[in-house]
């Protein structure tokens, strides 16, 4: 295995640094919007894992709606939230359309499950991402979910999205539906550098919305 080059690990450092900044401002923000919740509120954690973000969001007394697809994590989440009357869990994908899907885990995911477990994907062509064994899993149409809780609530109040790639047709269709309107405020983890064949379409997608909504109303870029 060739060594690095100096300009490749200045450039490895710099991804790691920006990553780590992210990750700050992503939970400062989290911390902001969790401070603007109330009980009565209605969010939603697509992507929930093991409920890192489901557990502050809780805490606010919100009603929150958690997705998770793998059953290694949603059964840890099932755990956690079993006594949480103001959270429902689905073990369920999110997508553009419904039916039965094939979940694709990480290459590492039996050496260290709790880790593996947050790169679980729908979405093939992935990079680390094992698609010889798959899992099939329910999957929902997010979209009409979405019209169907705005109907109810009238709002969402937050909505955050980490769903390994699956984001990007979402984001399409909440864009062509004007679905970001309703909710006051949508962050979402984007993974283009997973899937380089999908770049062109998230660059395009983030610079349509970064047009459109301000970054505290829907921001692509969280984490």
Request: hydrophobic share 40%; glycine share 6%.
């Amino acid at each position: 295995m060739s060594k690095l080059t100096a300009e490749e690990q200045l450039e490895k450092f710099k991804r790691r640094h920006d990553r780590n900044m992210r990750v700050s401002e992503a939970y400062g923000m989290l911390t902001g919007i969790t401070a603007m919740l109330r009980p009565g509120d209605f969010v939603i954690d697509c992507g929930a894992n093991v409920g890192v973000v489901t557990e502050p969001l809780a805490a606010t007394g919100a009603t929150v709606h958690c997705f998770e697809p793998d059953p290694y994590a949603f059964g840890k989440l099932t755990k956690k939230f079993a006594d949480t009357p103001n959270v429902t869990l689905h073990n369920a994908a999110v997508g553009v359309k419904k039916g039965t899907v094939q979940l694709m885990r990480a290459d590492n995911f039996d050496d260290n499950p709790n880790f593996g477990s947050v790169k679980s994907t729908v979405v093939s062509g992935g990079r680390s991402i094992n698609e010889d064994t798959t899992i099939d899993v329910e999957q929902i149409n997010f979209i009409s979910y979405l019209q169907d809780m705005i109907d109810q609530h009238g709002e969402i109040a937050f909505l955050k999205m980490d769903i390994e790639g699956a984001e990007l047709e979402i984001l399409e269709e909440m864009e062509t539906e004007n679905l970001f309107d309703p909710i006051r405020c949508t962050v979402v983890e984007t993974h283009e550098r997973k899937f380089k064949a999908l770049r062109p379409r998230f660059k395009a997608l983030k610079a349509r919305i970064a047009k459109a909504y301000p970054m505290r109303k829907v921001n692509l870029n969280w984490i």
